[in-house]
């Protein structure tokens, strides 16, 4: 069995980051170069106002640009990130035993 992969967190910061060349868009290349190519990427987002969690299960999802006031060119940045069914069901099986551990009341102590 390979080795696991690393765990990273990438805050987008300002969202004109997907259009210019900075200190921190070529760091993220020099992970994204240093990096084994992963079977799958989980990404996490907490942009929604809504209450609960859930998960996008498509093989397909669209672009989601929720911002607003940016030059036109962002508007254009489409991320056609490709879904996998067994990876899709497996984030699914995750998500649902990490809210129900959320859920379930305090582990109480038996001394």
């Known amino acids: ?3 696991r992969m690393p765990a990273y967190f ?3 910061g300002n969202p004109m ?3 210019e060349q900075n200190s921190y868009t070529r760091g993220w290349s020099k992970i994204g170069r240093e990096t084994v190519r992963p079977k ?3 990404c996490v987002s907490a942009h929604w ?3 609960g969690s859930a998960v996008t299960i498509s093989t397909s999802p669209r672009t989601i640009h929720d911002f607003g ?3 036109q060119p962002l508007y254009e940045v489409n991320y056609p990130a ?3 069914r067994e990876e899709l069901q497996a984030s699914g099986a ?3 035993a990490i809210v129900a551990r959320a859920l379930a009341p305090p582990l109480t102590s038996c001394a």
Do not use: Q
């Open 69 to 71: 006031g940016f030059p």
């Open 40 to 42: 799958a990427i989980l």
């Open 17 to 19: 980051n997907a259009l």
């Open 82 to 84: 490709p879904g996998d």
């Open 94 to 96: 995750l998500h649902r």
């Open 10 to 12: 990438f805050g987008h």
């Open 1 to 3: 069995m390979p080795g």
């Open 49 to 51: 106002y809504v209450p």
